[in-house]
């Protein structure tokens, strides 16, 4: 047999460079994803859903200018400037639609070197994985198990199919399977701080969605240069919206409640809970059913909002 030639430095620099495994596909592991291959480290994306990713549902997102730098070095700024609105002017209210302030973002940007964006979610996440290749993501991949030693990690998936890699990273949302097995087994080693080995709690329910594309003569705010940006923050219902560069109005409305009086309610019937509302906006007799009525049901979205700080973020 003829002698293999020797390895190119490219070569050899490809089997110096760790292989990662990312559970979850939402705007975490997608993000990750890119940076990955645009520095040449291989990485394989493992999503639990088909199709209707939790990441890419949901209401707007706003972009500071602290963000703004990750999406040049990512590549992604001129499109990202083209599916973003700028958000110079924040108008708050209260229950009676009274305006009580208006913030100017504009002295920010400038202290910020750029503007504020809003973009709605989905439009984002569209961003986000048109830059991922199709063959480096996998759909409909549950993972069991995971396993790591001084070799490297392991998952073993719902189709009996195992992964190795040398990294793995948990993106799998607030109730993430890969830390829960992280946490398991420093919990019997007894490496698990006290404050992990609690439960998440939450202190509201989040509705959120992004309407169809509006009527400028109803909605004639909408084709305005830079987004609308509504508040109203009064007990128990707290609401904002934003109009997007697309005619469409991303909102959300926030319930607070105590975790020891929750109920478990479908997005639908939160919807009727909430509909009454008063918004801001088109013929200035606006309630939240307006925009409730004009959104898409599979871009409506019903979620806790958990909030904890963990101190364990890694193991190895």
Same mark, same amino acid.
């Given at each position: 047999?003829?002698? $293999? %030639?020797? /390895?190119?430095?490219?070569? &050899?620099?490809?089997?110096?460079?760790? *292989?990662?495994?990312?559970?979850?596909?939402? #705007?975490?592991?997608?993000?990750?994803?890119?940076?990955?291959?645009?520095?040449?480290?291989?990485?394989?994306?493992?999503?639990?859903?088909?199709?209707?990713?939790?990441?890419?549902?949901?209401?707007?997102?706003?972009?500071?200018?602290?963000?703004?730098?990750?999406?040049?070095?990512?590549?992604?700024?001129?499109?990202?400037?083209?599916?973003?609105?700028?958000?110079?002017?924040?108008?708050?209210?209260?229950?009676?639609?009274?305006?009580?302030?208006?913030?100017?973002?504009?002295?920010?940007?400038?202290?910020?070197?750029?503007?504020?964006?809003?973009?709605? $979610? %989905?439009? /984002?996440?569209?961003?986000? &994985?048109?830059?991922?290749?199709?063959? *480096?993501?996998?759909?409909?991949?549950?993972? #069991?198990?995971?396993?790591?030693?001084?070799?490297?990690?392991?998952?073993?998936?719902?189709?009996?199919?195992?992964?190795?890699?040398?990294?793995?990273?948990?993106?799998?949302?607030?109730?993430?399977?890969?830390?829960?097995?992280?946490?398991?087994?420093?919990?019997?080693?007894?490496?698990?701080?006290?404050?992990?080995?609690?439960?998440?709690?939450?202190?509201?329910?989040?509705?959120?969605?992004?309407?169809?594309?509006?009527?400028?003569?109803?909605?004639?705010?909408?084709?305005?240069?830079?987004?609308?940006?509504?508040?109203?923050?009064?007990?128990?219902?707290?609401?904002?919206?934003?109009?997007?560069?697309?005619?469409?109005?991303?909102?959300?409305?926030?319930?607070?409640?105590?975790?020891?009086?929750?109920?478990?309610?479908?997005?639908?019937?939160?919807?009727?809970?909430?509909?009454?509302?008063?918004?801001?906006?088109?013929?200035?007799?606006?309630?939240?059913?307006?925009?409730?009525?004009?959104?898409?049901?599979?871009?409506?979205?019903?979620?806790?909002?958990?909030?904890?700080?963990?101190?364990?973020?890694?193991?190895?």
């Amino acid at each position: 047999a003829r002698p $293999r %030639p020797p /390895l190119t430095a490219q070569e &050899r620099a490809a089997l110096e460079k760790p *292989k990662v495994l990312i559970v979850g596909a939402g #705007l975490g592991g997608i993000t990750l994803g890119i940076l990955l291959e645009r520095a040449g480290i291989q990485y394989m994306i493992f999503e639990l859903h088909a199709h209707g990713i939790p990441g890419k549902k949901g209401s707007a997102i706003a972009i500071r200018p602290n963000i703004l730098p990750c999406f040049k070095q990512l590549g992604l700024f001129d499109d990202f400037v083209k599916i973003g609105k700028p958000m110079v002017l924040a108008h708050s209210y209260n229950n009676d639609m009274e305006l009580t302030q208006v913030t100017d973002w504009s002295v920010r940007d400038k202290l910020g070197g750029d503007q504020h964006f809003v973009v709605a $979610r %989905p439009t /984002l996440y569209d961003l986000l &994985r048109s830059r991922i290749p199709s063959h *480096k993501i996998f759909m409909s991949k549950r993972v #069991l198990s995971i396993l790591q030693n001084q070799h490297g990690a392991m998952v073993r998936c719902s189709d009996n199919v195992t992964h190795h890699g040398d990294i793995l990273v948990g993106a799998d949302g607030a109730y993430s399977g890969v830390r829960q097995s992280m946490y398991k087994q420093l919990k019997t080693q007894k490496k698990l701080p006290r404050s992990d080995d609690t439960t998440l709690p939450f202190s509201c329910t989040c509705l959120v969605g992004q309407t169809e594309v509006l009527d400028l003569d109803e909605f004639p705010e909408i084709n305005e240069t830079n987004s609308r940006f509504h508040g109203i923050s009064e007990f128990p219902y707290s609401r904002v919206s934003f109009t997007t560069i697309h005619h469409t109005i991303c909102w959300t409305v926030m319930v607070s409640q105590s975790a020891f009086t929750v109920r478990v309610e479908t997005a639908e019937a939160k919807c009727k809970e909430v509909g009454h509302l008063k918004i801001p906006g088109g013929n200035g007799k606006l309630t939240m059913k307006d925009l409730i009525d004009r959104t898409p049901k599979h871009l409506i979205l019903k979620a806790m909002l958990e909030e904890k700080v963990f101190a364990t973020w890694y193991h190895r």
